[in-house]
């Protein structure tokens, strides 16, 4: 099975301040855009486990990949016994505030459910989503979304129209600890620092 993990992009986005588990309150309106990361996902041996690689060197293939933490859970929540197999081709940027680990993590959930038939509902794939990471709930419902809470709470939304979009990613990433600073202008300034000042 060949699978399409699209990238995503805040249309807005507000920091209503620091959670007591250390995240971050946000209201964020999220899309899905087109360019996309491809997995080829399937079925692995009997007692198989999860054989996972990536064609970015620069990414993890342990048990730190987003990719094969949404395996495993898998794995343990359905009780399948067959093993998967999924490789990763990174066409999204990592470091740029796209989601692309986020994506596919829940463009693996999404297909293993499909591929082994097991039939878990909308509702659930966000629960298991979310304990993978914050903004992985948002990539199963396939649709623009206002995201609440640390990002798990989602709400479709609907835009009122398609527009074409430029992406421009520095050669630098920004962490999401770093972004979420007090006083964001201060990260926005950094950022441009980085990019226009060498």
Same mark, same amino acid.
């Given at each position: ?42 079925? $692995? ?12 060197? +620069?990414? +993890? ?6 990719? %094969?933490?949404?395996? &495993? ?16 081709? @990174? ?7 796209? #989601? ?6 829940? /463009?693996?959930?999404? &297909? ?5 038939? /097991? ?16 903004? %992985?709930?948002?990539?199963?419902? $396939? +649709? ?5 809470? &640390? #990002? ?9 129209? +398609?527009?074409?979009?430029?992406? %421009? ?24 620092? &980085?990019?226009?000042? @060498?």
């Amino acid at each position: 099975m060949q699978a399409f993990a699209p990238a995503k992009i805040n249309l807005s986005f507000e920091i209503k301040g620091r959670r007591e588990d250390g995240f971050h309150e946000i209201e964020t309106l999220m899309t899905p855009i087109s360019l996309a990361d491809r997995l080829t996902i399937e079925r $692995g041996k009997v007692g198989g486990g999860v054989q996972f690689f990536c064609d970015d060197t +620069s990414l +993890s293939n342990g048990e730190e990949n987003l990719v %094969v933490q949404a395996a &495993r859970l898998f794995q343990k929540t359905t009780k399948i016994g067959a093993g998967v197999e999924i490789a990763l081709e @990174k066409r999204i940027p990592h470091g740029a505030g796209l #989601g692309g680990g986020s994506s596919d993590a829940a /463009t693996t959930l999404l &297909r293993l459910n499909e591929l082994f038939e /097991t039939g878990l509902d909308q509702k659930v794939l966000i629960e298991l989503a979310a304990q993978i990471g914050s903004d %992985v709930p948002f990539f199963i419902l $396939g +649709s623009a979304a206002i995201c609440r809470g &640390r #990002g798990e709470i989602v709400e479709a939304a609907r835009l009122p129209a +398609s527009f074409n979009l430029l992406l %421009v990613k520095p050669d630098f990433g920004v962490p999401t600890p770093w972004a979420g600073l007090a006083r964001p202008e201060l990260c926005v300034a950094e950022v441009f620092r &980085r990019a226009f000042c @060498k």
